[in-house]
């Protein structure tokens, strides 16, 4: 594992697929010109529309993001995370899927959001993804990178389960995403405090990608974007607009920080 910049992109997407794409695209392409070689795109990066809205092109939007991922990390050879986008499963159901891929073009790992996010807001809001989305019925497994340190992946609502979490530090992870569209009303209280807890009780980099801003009627996402570092410091955050949260991943903090607080080691139950 070497010393590396990595970047977590804060996107505002729609109900719109070119004009996320291009977005993105963009977001990606600025990163690089700053040296991110890892870059994390956030859950729903290529749509952001209401479930119906999703399901009725999911096909669509599966196919383009695959193929997008693939284009991008290959034009500018970088590792590159989607952070979230939809699969057809049948059924009128689809996967909240995750896809790392690699500067040529090759899928290293993939996951299926396994908790779903079936939740009335006091906003107003009421969310009910299990409506549209198959829950993945298997455990995020670590990339083992020689470049890069040992990746996890996750996605959004997941943070809220440790045990996830703990299963990726058990395995050897090094850097987990957590890539997300944190609500607005959630976001202000829980997002920072909980990617600050998984990097802290697993002594793990945290890179998570987020979605900003308003994207279609009532719904707002919180935005903040971050990279964190194994001590839980804030490395990098993106603020509240779309843009990119840029930080050194450094091997030497990460020993460092084992070796001063090694409660990986004293694990009691597994």
């Known amino acids: 594992m070497k010393s590396y910049l990595a970047a977590a992109v804060q996107m505002t997407s729609l109900p719109d697929i070119e004009k996320n794409l291009t977005q993105a695209e963009e977001l990606i392409e600025l990163a690089v010109r700053r040296g991110a070689e890892l870059v994390g795109l956030p859950e729903n990066f290529p749509f952001l529309g209401t479930e119906e809205e999703k399901i009725a092109v999911a096909d669509k939007i599966g196919q383009a993001s695959e193929k997008f991922l ?133 002594t793990c980099y945290v890179i998570a990608p987020a979605q900003t801003g308003r994207h279609y009627g009532m719904r707002y996402t919180h935005g903040h974007a971050m990279i964190i570092d194994p001590w839980g410091t804030i490395l990098a955050d993106a603020g509240d607009t779309p843009g990119v949260a840029i930080a050194e991943i450094d091997p030497t903090r990460l020993e460092q920080v084992r070796r001063q607080m090694p409660s990986l080691q004293h694990r009691v139950f597994a």
């Open 70 to 202: 693939k284009t991008m990390a290959q034009r500018f050879q970088v590792t590159l995370l989607g952070g979230g986008f939809p699969v057809s499963v049948g059924n009128g159901k689809v996967a909240n899927t995750a896809s790392l891929v690699s500067p040529n073009g090759i899928e290293l790992a993939r996951y299926q959001k396994v908790h779903l996010f079936d939740v009335n807001l006091p906003d107003g809001n009421t969310y009910q993804e299990s409506r549209t989305v198959m829950a993945g019925n298997e455990l995020p497994v670590i990339y083992k990178s020689g470049d890069f340190g040992n990746l996890g992946l996750s996605v959004c609502y997941d943070v809220r389960f440790p045990e996830l979490y703990r299963h990726l530090s058990r395995q050897g992870a090094d850097v987990m995403f957590i890539p997300a569209a944190f609500t607005a009303f959630t976001g202000k209280d829980h997002w920072q405090v909980l990617l600050q807890a998984r990097a802290i009780e697993n």
